[in-house]
C-alpha cells in the first residue's frame, strides 16, 4: 500500500504452526493421506505484527513466491535482506533513469513472505515496527540528511 508520495509500507502478520494437525477432504484419496497425515500442520495467525515502512522508493515488485526463478542474489537473513547486486537491481538501473549519482546509490531491499516476494529498490532502509495486531506504528523520525555532494 502506497502511504504518500513514493512511500510504501507493508504489514505483515507472524505466521506460527497450529498445534492441531490438520483434517481436511479434498476428494482425493492419495492427497487426502498426505494432507491429513499425523505430522502435518496448518499455519495460523500468531501475535505479532511487523510494518515495513519505505518513507521513499524507486521501483516496487510484489512477485509470487512459488513461480520465481533463481536469482543472483544472496540473502545471509530469512526473511529480510539487502542486495547490493541482483537481477531485480539490473532491471531498474536498465530501466529507469537511475544511477549512482541520480538520484544516488540505491540497494534492493528483499522482503520474503510464505506466498510473495516484495522488492524495494530504495535509496534509504525501511522503519520497522514490531508490534501486537492491535498495535499502529508511528513513522515520525527526523527528516534523513541529504546524501553528500561528489
Not at 1 to 20: C, D, I, P, R, W
Not at 31 to 52: C, H, K, M, S
Not at 109 to 136: K, N
Request: aromatic share 8%.
Amino acid at each position: 500500500v502506497e502511504t504518500e508520495q513514493n512511500g510504501f509500507t507493508v504489514v505483515l502478520h507472524e505466521g506460527m504452526v497450529s498445534a492441531k494437525p490438520i483434517q481436511a477432504q479434498t476428494g482425493n484419496t492419495a492427497l487426502d493421506r498426505i494432507v491429513n497425515a499425523p505430522d502435518t500442520r496448518g499455519i495460523e495467525l500468531g501475535n505479532r505484527e511487523f510494518t515495513v515502512h519505505f518513507e521513499t522508493h524507486v521501483a516496487i515488485a510484489i512477485r509470487d513466491e512459488m513461480l520465481v526463478r533463481e536469482e543472483n542474489q544472496t540473502l545471509n537473513e530469512r526473511f529480510f535482506g539487502v542486495c547490493t547486486d541482483s537481477f531485480f537491481l539490473d532491471f531498474v538501473r536498465r530501466s529507469m533513469a537511475v544511477d549512482d549519482d541520480h538520484p544516488g546509490p540505491i540497494s534492493h531491499y528483499v522482503i520474503l513472505t510464505w506466498d510473495h516476494i516484495f522488492d524495494v529498490a530504495s535509496l534509504y532502509g525501511p522503519i520497522i515496527a514490531v508490534g501486537g495486531r492491535s498495535a499502529t506504528a508511528d513513522f515520525t523520525h527526523p527528516k534523513k540528511a541529504d546524501p553528500a555532494p561528489r
